[in-house]
Each structure stands twice: as structure tokens, then as C-alpha cells.
């Protein structure tokens, strides 16, 4: 059995410009990254403004166990069926970030005979988005100190910067750290520390804005710093937008690659959705939805985080309507649910099966309180059995959804049809979309809600401090943003290992801060952290070149 890099490298690839032709977009916007990868000119984005939306779908999940999931190659191998079927299909998912690939996770372009190719380049380097992205928000940090060194005109508060650092790698040593040290020639000693790239303000501002002047206008909103007396300081008011877009200039046009089957695939943006709000560009899902019938796109992790956030911040911010939501679960992952060790995920227990399934329902019952029409995928492994496969299709009619087993792993797109097919008919359905709360609600009150109707907590602990913060930012004109919540993607509490469906658990709340560019508050639950750490043994440590010049270990 070939590996999934070596499907990869096999691929017979289509010229880009073969590609591009599928959705109707000329040579002369594709700008070429290399033979296999290309931009699409912003002018051409552009004018493709009034024209008629195709219908959007969200590929989500259930969370993520140790037993794999599969929901990218799930978006991938439904948009490959989707396109057998005879639908003009283009797929919408994020870039890879360097921090998991090289940690724990490995990589995310789908798997199997359900990929996005290059597959090494994704998972690598890429076209230097996050490169762009990280440099222009390390310009603005750099920025900030050296307005201190030369005066503080501004009169910074140096106690109250709240503007870090970042790097696209995974590196717990950088999250608090101290800078300006070795004298007055090195600026003033501050205490402050390093996030990764994906939980960047900026990521979240460049996959939000619609062009570049959007763009320009949510960074130069970012709070950076405050005075003494609790008044904000603005990237603007450094002066740092103007230069910032100018490094993200070619960051900000959508990345058009291809999967196995040709199916046109954006990749483009990347922000975690345990830390940030998870989900692809604006500028990709709008206009893939100008140039397919069928756009079918991903959120990160379970739907309790990604699918909230695509929900609750993109489609609220970019007026978009999903026309249908897939939930991805499998029969390991039920099981682990149920209470199985990994070790012994091979052999049939339906009953720990059904025990696990209450996962799957939560996430099929807040799936379908914002009114999206919902499927399950079931991702077929070798090793399930009718017996297991057949009691979670009975779980999800139970629950008002029908469980489609899929094999695209194996069989690529075709292993997808039946899915595809019944896609189609939910989006002949009227989507009923609402997000899950009010602009004007209070942010308090908005994280109760989400905590309460998508985590089930029975309560939420902020100590005063926290309430206070959220009040202040209130009375200065940020209480209609939607909320962030960074929480751990392992359970639907911030416990990790509390697997299932639990009720009447506690939200601790240990930070806010405050992302006026991007336009929401995030909210730090529990321990989760904006710089992970390396496991004890990294994926790095099994990744080389082979005698060939070939990369391996990376998938």
C-alpha cells in the first residue's frame, strides 16, 4: 500500500492554467508560483463583483481523538465527488503551519487518494504567506519599540504593551521572555513574549478583508499599547499599516492548486481554531463562490470550535449564508469516545460504539441550531465493521441526520458520490442560517452563551478583573464584536482528556484580549496556550531528505 506521500508524488498534475480554465479564470490572472501553484490577481477578484453566489458547504467534525478523523480529506474527497457527479466543484481550505507540521500533527492537505497537491510544498513553505505575515507583524512590534527608544511621542505605557511577537514554529521557550537588555543602545527592558504566527492578529486581518484597502483599515485599527491612562494606542498611530500592507501584498491574493482529481482547490490563510477563529480567507471563499456552483470549505477541529467560529465570525462578517454543514466522525473515534484504548481500536465493540456516540450528537444538534441542514460522513476504515458502522448510522437518525459511510481515502472521489449526492439535495433545502447570538447581546452575556448552548457548561468563572476589562471595552464602542474562544479542541470542556458529551462543567476564563483589526474578542480558556510547545519526541526529529533529494517524514 502506498503512503500518502507517495500517492502524492505519483500525481499525474494538470497545468495550472487548466485549472484556472475549470472555473473560468484567464492565464493572464493566474500569477505562477512555480509549475504547480498560482495566485489569483486581486484585479480579476475584483471584477468579479455582482455576480451570483454558488452555494457554500462546511465540512466540520467531531473532536479530534487520537484515532484520526479525517476532515480534510473528507473536504477534499467530497469536492472530488462532487465534481464526478457533474457539479462545477472549487474547495476552500487553510495553509499549513510549519509549528504542528514539525510537532505532533503532521501535515494538512487531505490524505490518501484524497489530497490537495503539491502536497510537500503545502506543508512546507508554500507561496511565504505566513513568511509575509509573520514579518509584517514583527515590523509592527519592532515598530512600537523603537517609537519608545526615540521619545515615546505617544506616551506608551511600557507595562501596557499588548502587542507580542511571532513565529510560525511551536516553541514554549519564546512565551515569555524579556527584550531590550544590554544596555541603553538596545532600547528599554520590557517584559513580553511570542505567539505563533496562526493566532496573529494579522493572520486573522488578512482572512477577513475583502481587498487590500479593507485589509489596510483592520490593521491600522490593531491595539497595540495603552497610555498611562488607559487610552489605546493604534497600529495606525505608529504609522505601521501603510508598510505592512505593502509586505502582504502578495499574501493577500488566494493560492489555487489542485487535488488528485483536478478539482480546483484555494488554499489560503491559516488560524488555528483553538486559538484563533479557524477558518480560510474571505477573499478565497468569495471567490470560489463567484466562479463554482458548489464551494465546499473546512473549519478547524470539532464543530464546537471551527464551526462556531465560521458561523459566529466569517459568515457574520462576510454576509455569507451555508447552504449545508457535514459533520466527519468515525467508528474508531466513537469508540475511543466510548471509553477504548487505542491499542485496541481493531476489534469490534458496538457497544463502546454507541456509548461514544453522544459526541457525534452534540456536535450534530449545535450544528443544526443555526439552521444549516446537516449530513454525517462516516470515514471509512479497513478495519470497521458492518455491525459498528451500522449502529452509528442508526445513532445519527436518531438525532434528525442521515450517515453516509465514505471511502475517499481509498477510492477517491468516487468513494464520495453517495455524500456529494446527498449534499446536493440538502442545498436544494432552504438554509435557515442565523448565528448563535446578537451583535447588541453583551460580551459577558456572549460568552455565557456559547459556553451554555455549544460547550453545555453550567457555568462560567471570570474573576472581576476580567468582567471589568470586557465593560471598559464596552464603553469605548467594542461591545457588538463576536467572540473568540480559544479553548482546547479535545473535549467540549477546557479538560482535554473529558471526552464524550459532558454537561454542567465549569469555563474557567484566564484572559481576554482585545482584536479590534479582525474584529472580535478572544477569550483564553482554561491552559490553552498561544505558542504550543514541541511533544517529547517531535515530528521533526523523523523528518529528512532521502537520497534522492525527496523529503521524508513529513506526512
Known sequence: MLTDIEIARAAAKRPMTEIGAKLGIPEDSLIPYGRDKAKVDAQFITGLNGRTDGKLILVTAINPTPAGEGKTTTTVGLGDGLQRIGKKTAICIREASLGPNFGMKGGAAGGGYAQIVPMEEMNLHFTGDFHAITAAHNLLSAM???????????????????????????????????????????????????????????????????????????????????????????????????????????????????????????????????????????????????????????????????????????????????????????????????????????????????????????????????????????????????????????????????????????????????????????????????????DDMSLFDKIDTIARRIYHAGEVIADKKIRDQLREWEAAGHGKLPICMAKTQYSFSTDPNLRGAPSGHTVPIREVRLSAGAGFIVVICGEIMTMPGLPRVPAAASIRLNAAGETEGLF
Open 144 to 438: 512600537i519599540d523603537n517609537h519608545i527608544y526615540w521619545g515615546n511621542e505617544l506616551e506608551i505605557d511600557e507595562r501596557r504593551i499588548t502587542w507580542k511577537r511571532v513565529m510560525d514554529m511551536n516553541d514554549r521557550a519564546l512565551r515569555d521572555v524579556v527584550v531590550g537588555l544590554g544596555g541603553v543602545s538596545n532600547g528599554f527592558a520590557r517584559q513580553t513574549g511570542f505567539d505563533i504566527t496562526v493566532a496573529s492578529e494579522v493572520m486573522a486581518c488578512l482572512c477577513l478583508s475583502k481587498d487590500l484597502d479593507d485589509l489596510q483599515e483592520r490593521l491600522g485599527r490593531i491595539v497595540v499599547a495603552y497610555r498611562r491612562d488607559r487610552t489605546p494606542i493604534t497600529c495606525a498611530q505608529i504609522g505601521a499599516d501603510g508598510a505592512m500592507v505593502v509586505l502582504l501584498k502578495e499574501a493577500m491574493q488566494p493560492n489555487l492548486v489542485q487535488t488528485l482529481e483536478h478539482t480546483p482547490a484555494f488554499v489560503h490563510g491559516g488560524p488555528f481554531a483553538n486559538i484563533a477563529h479557524g477558518c480560510n480567507s474571505v477573499i478565497a471563499t468569495q471567490t470560489a463562490l463567484k466562479l463554482a456552483d458548489y464551494v465546499v470549505t473546512e473549519a478547524g477541529f470539532g464543530a464546537d470550535l471551527g464551526a462556531e467560529k465560521f458561523f459566529d465570525i466569517k459568515c457574520r462578517k462576510a454576509g455569507l449564508k451555508p447552504a449545508a454543514a457535514v459533520i466527519v466522525a468515525t467508528v474508531r473515534a466513537m469508540k475511543m469516545n466510548g471509553g477504548v484504548a487505542k491499542a485496541d481500536l481493531g476489534t469490534e465493540n458496538v457497544e463502546a460504539v454507541v456509548r461514544g456516540c453522544p459526541n457525534l450528537g452534540r456536535h450534530i444538534a449545535n450544528t443544526k441550531s443555526f439552521g444549516v441542514p446537516v449530513v454525517v460522513a462516516i470515514n471509512h476504515f479497513t478495519t470497521d465493521t458492518e455491525a459498528e458502522i451500522q449502529a452509528v448510522k442508526d445513532y445519527a437518525a436518531s438525532q434528525g441526520a442521515e450517515a453516509i459511510v465514505c471511502k475517499h481515502w481509498a477510492d477517491g472521489g468516487a468513494g464520495a458520490e453517495d455524500l456529494a449526492r446527498r449534499v446536493v439535495a440538502l442545498t436544494e433545502v432552504e438554509s435557515h442560517f442565523a448565528p448563535l447570538y446578537p
